[in-house]
């Protein structure tokens, strides 16, 4: 298992469609998902996709723990998600900062809708069928995202609410995702 470099924006491997995953619990996916979570805890991610150290496939992971520090940020469970499918569940929509390991050093204003359900399935294929909210319900979106070509900075409506980390806010500590 290995920490992989994690593919920059402007790399055109970012802009690809990814493929479904055909057979789970292969010697593959489980050596795809490790060289993942070892990649996302060395650079202290809340999520990684596949597409993000170069491989074409659509296997995202997620999860945020519980941290005082950052009271607001609802805890997220350790996830691996394999070919999901996301169903919107209203049109409501909600702003909130981001981040993405592949723009390193940047935050932007993001709208995202703010309740959905995500189907799919763990490493073994398993199912695995949430209906989430909030700061969840972003995650799963940023990420899936990732697994169409889509960037976070592409749905960003006023550029002016994007920006370095270190000048957005000053003084204050963030994880570079
Ligand atoms: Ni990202």
Redesign the pocket.
């Known amino acids: 298992m290995a920490v992989k470099p994690v593919l920059r924006m402007g790399d055109v491997r970012l802009l690809q469609v990814s493929q479904p995953v055909a057979h789970f619990d292969t010697p593959e996916l489980h050596t795809l998902i490790a060289d993942m979570e070892d990649t996302m805890q060395a650079l202290n991610g809340a999520?990684l996709?596949a597409p993000?150290i170069g491989v074409l496939l659509r296997v995202v992971i997620f999860g945020i723990a519980a941290n005082p520090r950052y009271p607001d940020a609802e805890p997220v469970p350790q996830t691996v998600l394999v070919n999901p499918v996301i169903t919107m569940m209203d049109a409501e929509m909600e702003e909130g900062w981001e981040g993405?390991?592949?723009v390193p050093g940047m935050r932007g204003l993001v709208p995202r809708h703010l309740r959905l359900r995500y189907q799919g399935f763990d490493a073994q294929g398993a199912g695995i069928d949430r209906t989430v909210d909030g700061f969840h319900a972003r995650v799963v979106q940023?990420?899936c995202d990732?697994l169409d070509g889509v960037?976070?900075p592409m749905r960003i409506r006023d550029l002016r609410n994007f920006g370095f980390t270190s000048e957005l806010f000053p003084g204050e500590t963030i994880e570079d995702?």
């Open positions: 999520g996709a993000q993405c390991l592949s940023h990420e990732h960037l976070y995702d």
